[in-house]
């Protein structure tokens, strides 16, 4: 299945390592060219021996090497990668990495692949939930890394809690899917993120807590699958997906008009935007000024965007989102039912762990034609997977 494909497996020194070891004859079963680095602490843990014995390539383990890989017609390991694969990453290279710092072979390398890289952090609970572990996972998201979510379990250092390396053949998939041509090729996609910003002087807006996280995910990893994909994004903090054309707008009107402009030559649209159901009647010229203790802004309804997309739908595969705080399944149902949606993506944006500004979400997926679906808490880059095998299944069902 991998026949052709090369894949550089760093390995950095956690316990999990022995997992390594798994993984690389999972990817050689499948006939994948596989090169591996290892840091010097990682060699504490296995030998450099066994994946050389198993990939049946020399294993890279220090800085020397990447000269040597230079001599030799300058094709470095970087360059090779169809895919650059880290399985433990370890908080510390998670850190480098995050920080634009490489003092070894397999920081030097990952900073200069140009491959995708498919991260597996492993460490200890209190250490995956530090500040600056999180500070360093936000900012590789951003940064367009994908991050696989360590499980939750008995950990080597006697703990229970999350931070453990995913079984070796959950990575392996992982991996296939990010190898193997997508999914989605030839599929024209728009996506909305973020919130829209509703002005009420030159000053002040109206707006709401959408980061974009959940709508970049999905551009991120529809782009990946081989999707032409447009994102049409409120303001939001979040670097632009690699491979994605981005938009950015501001209102609720503003989106309207640029996804309206995109519609009829769209295959499937799905709406993660938080769109204002409301503006100020009025936008004021200059800045109101402070005059009285109270001040009342009238509104008027914004138009719906989904709703009026349901109404013109012809052969679009439509996908909504309902942000709800309680009744999930009966609200989203109807939202789906209302704007004649294919399927609709319920989130309870008061969940522990769901809705605005997190990195992972709690979501259900219910479809026009009853099935329903419930999601365990997910980061958002596998919601988006998980939300984009169903658009698959959507589209083959379509052609048939
Ligand atoms: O952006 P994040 O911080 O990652 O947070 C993700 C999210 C919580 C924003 C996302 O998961 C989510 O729930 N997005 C939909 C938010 C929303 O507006 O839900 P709603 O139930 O109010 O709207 C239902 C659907 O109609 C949505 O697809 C929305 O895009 C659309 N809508 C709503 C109002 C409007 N005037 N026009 C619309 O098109």
């Avoid at 920080?99 to 920081?107: R, T």
């Avoid at 959408?210 to 303001?235: H, Q």
């Avoid at 109807?334 to 949606?341: D, E, I, P, V």
Wanted: negative net charge; glycine residues 8%.
């Amino acid at each position: 299945m991998l026949q052709g494909k090369t894949v550089v497996l760093g390995v950095s020194g956690g316990i999990a390592v022995y997992k390594a070891v798994e993984l690389l004859r999972l990817l050689i079963k499948v006939q994948a060219e596989v090169h591996v680095v290892m840091t010097k602490n990682a060699c504490e843990f296995v030998t450099p021996l066994t994946f050389q014995t198993l990939s049946h390539n020399p294993v890279h383990t220090d800085l020397f090497d990447l000269y040597q890989e230079q001599e030799i017609g300058h094709i470095s390991l970087a360059e090779r990668a169809d895919l650059f694969l880290v399985a433990p990453a370890t908080a510390n290279l998670i850190g480098k990495l995050a920080n634009g710092l490489a003092d070894d072979l397999l920081s030097t390398s990952l900073m200069a692949t140009k491959a995708p890289v498919l991260l597996c952090p492993a460490m200890n609970t209190n250490m995956y939930e530090s500040p600056g572990y999180l500070r360093n996972q936000q900012q590789l998201v951003a940064d367009g890394y994908r991050l696989l979510e360590p499980i939750s379990g008995d950990l080597a250092c006697g703990w229970q809690g999350k931070g453990k390396l995913p079984d070796p053949q959950q990575i392996f998939e992982t991996a296939c899917k990010l190898l193997v041509p997508g999914d989605l090729v030839g599929v024209r996609l728009l996506v909305t993120a973020g919130p829209t910003r509703e002005e009420i002087d030159p000053v002040r807006y109206l707006s709401n807590h959408s980061s974009g996280k959940m709508g970049y995910a999905i551009a991120r990893s529809a782009a990946t699958r081989g999707a032409e994909v447009t994102l049409i994004s409120g303001p939001v903090a979040l670097n632009e997906p690699a491979g994605v054309t981005t938009l950015q707008v501001g209102s609720a009107l503003e989106m309207q008009l640029a996804v309206d402009e995109r519609y009829a030559e769209s295959d499937v649209v799905i709406k993660a935007a938080a769109v204002a159901d409301y503006r100020p009647l009025q936008k004021a010229q200059q800045k109101i000024k402070k005059s009285s203790a109270e001040f009342c802004l009238q509104l008027k309804r914004n138009p719906d965007l989904l709703a009026e997309l349901g109404k013109r739908k012809k052969k679009q595969i439509l996908i909504g989102f309902a942000a709800e705080t309680e009744n999930l399944l009966e609200n989203a149902t109807a939202k789906m039912q209302k704007k004649n949606l294919d399927m609709i993506v319920a989130n309870d944006v008061t969940a522990e762990g769901a809705g605005f500004g997190s990195e992972t979400n709690l979501v259900n997926l219910l479809f026009a034609d009853g099935r329903q679906e419930a999601l365990p808490l997910l980061s958002k880059a596998e919601v988006a997977e998980r939300l984009l095998d169903r658009v698959v299944e959507l589209l083959d069902k379509g052609k048939l």
